[in-house]
């Protein structure tokens, strides 16, 4: 059984660290390097309130990275374990991502991925985001997209009155 994405406490750095390795291990060659979500700090990101997770099948299997930003909520990790992937698992997280986004009141949520992690564009553009530029950083060459979201049933509520 797969449960709702939770907050990650210290004692998921453990997992997290892994599925992160596991799940972007293969685009090392593709790129040339480690990508971004190899290099971060999830102690750090742990302890901010800013990683959930993912159970399923009695074990964390996957991991996301949100980050509040002024005009939009920044999806900045998603991860499945690969034994785990294939099993929806990416789709829960993407769909909480979103109404966590709505929930905080965003009206989009935003995403940067690698130009060479062609699936990624491809499964993100299928889940309606759009693409808005394309830039270097940090040495790494990356797509930044962005999906308009409605507004919450809390936020239309107060509009209305």
Same mark, same amino acid.
């Given at each position: 059984?797969?449960? *709702?994405?939770?907050?990650?406490?210290?004692?998921?750095?453990?997992?997290?660290?892994?599925? @992160?390795?596991?799940?972007?291990?293969?685009?090392?060659?593709?790129?040339?390097?480690?990508?971004?979500?190899?290099?971060?700090?999830?102690?750090? *990101?742990?302890?901010?309130?800013?990683? /959930?997770?993912?159970?399923?099948?009695?074990?964390?299997?996957?991991?996301?990275?949100?980050?509040?930003?002024?005009?939009?909520?920044?999806?900045?990790?998603?991860?499945?374990?690969?034994?785990?992937?294939?099993?929806?698992?990416?789709?829960?997280?993407?769909?909480?991502?979103?109404?966590?986004?709505?929930?905080?009141?965003?009206?989009?949520?935003?995403?940067?991925?690698?130009?060479?992690?062609?699936?990624? @564009?491809?499964?993100?553009?299928?889940?309606?985001?759009?693409?808005? /530029?394309?830039?270097?950083?940090?040495?790494?060459?990356?797509?930044?997209?962005?999906?308009?979201?409605?507004?919450?049933?809390?936020?239309?509520?107060?509009?209305?009155?």
């Amino acid at each position: 059984m797969t449960d *709702l994405p939770r907050l990650a406490g210290p004692e998921a750095l453990g997992a997290v660290e892994a599925i @992160i390795e596991a799940a972007y291990a293969p685009y090392v060659a593709r790129i040339g390097r480690k990508p971004a979500p190899m290099l971060a700090d999830y102690g750090a *990101l742990i302890a901010a309130g800013r990683v /959930h997770v993912l159970d399923h099948a009695g074990a964390i299997r996957g991991v996301l990275v949100l980050i509040p930003e002024a005009d939009a909520l920044l999806l900045d990790t998603v991860a499945v374990a690969p034994a785990a992937q294939g099993l929806g698992l990416g789709r829960t997280l993407l769909d909480f991502a979103e109404q966590a986004a709505r929930a905080q009141g965003y009206r989009a949520i935003r995403l940067y991925t690698n130009a060479a992690m062609v699936e990624n @564009i491809a499964l993100y553009t299928r889940r309606h985001y759009v693409e808005t /530029h394309r830039a270097e950083e940090h040495g790494l060459k990356r797509v930044f997209m962005t999906k308009a979201l409605g507004a919450s049933p809390r936020r239309s509520a107060r509009a209305a009155r």
